[in-house]
């Protein structure tokens, strides 16, 4: 997860920054407390790469086991286990850290519980578009395609235009509701089912009316035209096909 640790990179540099030291005292005090939130960092940050399928295996894995406390655990559920090194170095932890806090460093299931909530949060704020309002929805589906196809243009990635259409609803159906009925264990119960129902409404939402949505999109991005006017044309898109239909 390159993109993602040097975000973490940039973040501890400006964090240790001498004009920063009264904020970091507030933020951790001591030891424990710096420990406890260098975990929190680096997992919250770390796992929002969803591009990997192995880490999005792990999480997964991770949420089933820590619902049942009576299963053992192994080293590669813990999602720091790879960058241990990388927290002590930005966070300037010294070796002995291990010793005097050795309960922070084993896997319980108290921790994983935390460590899978956590995540889920992390998740979920990642592409909380997704599980919103209709509007909220097309207004960063827009953003994001836009970004996308900037870096496709740099080479930095493939040509949105042919798949975003079909690649919305892949996305939905596969990745955002189960991660969205996973959360409901973290939720209250009218929180948690508007998440699965906003997804659900979406998918639908696009389905429908996503090509015409699409195509708005392509000739927006190709041309240039203000966010305003695209937004205005995309949100009129739903209503205009009820009064058609």
């Not at 935390?114 to 827009?142: A, I, P, T």
């Not at 949100?235 to 058609?244: I, T, W």
Request: one cysteine or more; charged letters at 25%.
């Amino acid at each position: 997860p390159i993109a993602e640790r040097y975000s973490i990179d940039i973040a501890l540099e400006l964090l240790f920054r001498p004009e920063y030291e009264a904020f970091r005292f507030a933020i951790f005090p001591d030891t424990l407390s710096k420990v406890e939130f260098a975990k929190t960092l680096f997992q919250g940050i770390l796992v929002t790469d969803i591009a990997t399928p192995e880490r999005n295996e792990l999480s997964i894995e991770r949420y089933k086991v820590s619902q049942d406390e009576h299963v053992s655990y192994e080293t590669r559920l813990c999602p720091l286990s790879q960058c241990l090194g990388d927290i002590f170095d930005g966070m300037g932890l010294e070796d002995n850290v291990m010793k005097e806090h050795p309960t922070e460093f084993v896997i319980t299931h108290q921790g994983l519980q935390k460590c899978v909530r956590n995540e889920h949060l992390m998740l979920l704020s990642d592409v909380s578009h997704l599980v919103q309002g209709s509007e909220n929805f097309l207004k960063w589906n827009y953003r994001l395609y836009k970004e996308v196809y900037e870096c496709s243009k740099k080479g930095l990635c493939d040509d949105p235009r042919a798949n975003w259409f079909q690649g919305q609803i892949g996305f939905i159906n596969n990745y955002i509701l189960p991660l969205a009925k996973r959360s409901q264990v973290y939720f209250s119960s009218k929180f948690a089912d508007a998440l699965v129902s906003n997804g659900i409404a979406n998918c639908n939402l696009w389905t429908e009316y996503g090509e015409e949505a699409t195509a708005i999109m392509i000739q927006a991005a190709e041309n240039d035209e203000a966010e305003c006017d695209v937004l205005a044309r995309l949100y009129g898109v739903p209503s205009r096909g009820q009064r058609e239909s």
